[in-house]
């Protein structure tokens, strides 16, 4: 019974080790945010 259980130990071990191998990297990307708001536009006029 020792030998199953080490056995049991050694495979989930090695099937853990291959499951974090097997993580991809992430992409990273920087999205330029929109202005709240914009300026008011210049009419000429005085309000």
């Known amino acids: 019974m020792s ?20 993580q991809q990297e992430e992409e990273f990307v920087v999205v ?4 709240i708001s914009t300026e008011p536009a210049y009419t000429g006029k005085y309000k």
């Open 32 to 35: 330029d945010p929109e202005p």
């Open 3 to 22: 030998k199953s259980i080490k056995l049991l130990a050694i495979l989930g071990l090695v099937v853990g080790v291959a499951a974090c191998g097997k």
